[in-house]
């Protein structure tokens, strides 16, 4: 009888031990999972930073502008094609024309996004940023460029995806857009007919456009104003141009 308790207990005692060292397992592997997540996130957020303090170095585009009261025409040409990188008298640039031997710049581009961290086509304020390289002084433009052009293959193998898009023929020398700049507030004029869905495609359309646009100091997110090709106010379903009103 003693034999047979004590077998007993010897057995409880294993068990004991193998649940121990199980549970010990499991909170090791609990704890190496979590560090490698925060490892990745932390990696991130440094890749972001570095970008914002780079931008952060140079005096953009919408200072430049202020400063001389010029208007500026869009950079992007419909067909992609760099037409040089000099400027002529009416602000006209080449979509691709960067300045060789300047420093790069980070720009930060918004685009519309469906993953796990959101949709896009649910929430049209929901958007999602990308780092785009660029030695040219006039960031605004750059960052409407490559709204423009959309994300790269990869980008849109993520989810990442453009909702502007435009068609037709340009009523401003071949460009895809125009904008001009007073205080705090940005006018941007679509040279060609934008392709709209319907009201949540414009919604996203001035979502992406405004996020993009806000990283610069001297543009209000509030005073962003589009017009269409015609010069009205876009996605302005009452038909009475409120935003030129404002």
């Known amino acids: 009888m003693s034999q047979d308790t004590n077998n007993t207990n010897s057995n409880n005692n294993k068990k004991t031990v193998i649940l121990l060292v199980t549970v010990l397992i499991i909170i090791t592997v609990i704890a190496v ?11 991130q957020l440094n890749d972001l930073e570095e970008g914002f303090d780079s931008l952060s170095q140079r005096i953009d585009l919408v200072e430049d502008q ?7 025409d869009g950079l992007y040409d419909g067909d992609n094609s760099n037409n040089g990188d000099q400027s002529n008298q009416n602000g006209d640039q080449s979509p ?22 959101g949709n896009s086509n649910d929430n049209p304020e929901f958007t999602m940023p990308v780092m785009r390289q660029t030695t040219r002084p006039d960031v605004a433009a750059f960052a409407l460029t490559q709204l423009l052009s959309g994300p790269t293959p990869s980008e849109q193998d993520q989810g990442y995806f453009t909702p502007l898009e435009l068609s037709g023929e340009s009523n401003c020398n071949g460009n895809d857009f125009r904008f001009n700049v007073e205080g705090e ?8 007919t934008v392709v709209s869905g319907g009201v ?6 001035k979502e992406t456009i405004t996020e993009s646009l806000d990283q610069f100091s001297n543009i209000a997110e509030d005073e962003v104003i589009l017009l269409t090709k015609e010069g009205d106010c876009f996605g302005d379903q009452s038909g009475r141009n409120l935003c030129l009103s404002e």
């Open 96 to 117: 691709d024309s960067d300045n060789e031997g300047e420093e790069e710049i980070t720009v930060m581009v918004y685009f519309s996004y469906i993953g796990e961290e």
């Open 185 to 192: 507030s940005i006018r941007i004029q679509f040279c060609r």
């Open 66 to 72: 202020n400063n001389s009261g010029e208007n500026r």
């Open 200 to 205: 949540l495609q414009d919604a996203r359309i």
């Open 33 to 43: 999972i979590a560090l490698f997540f925060a490892f990745a996130s932390r990696s």
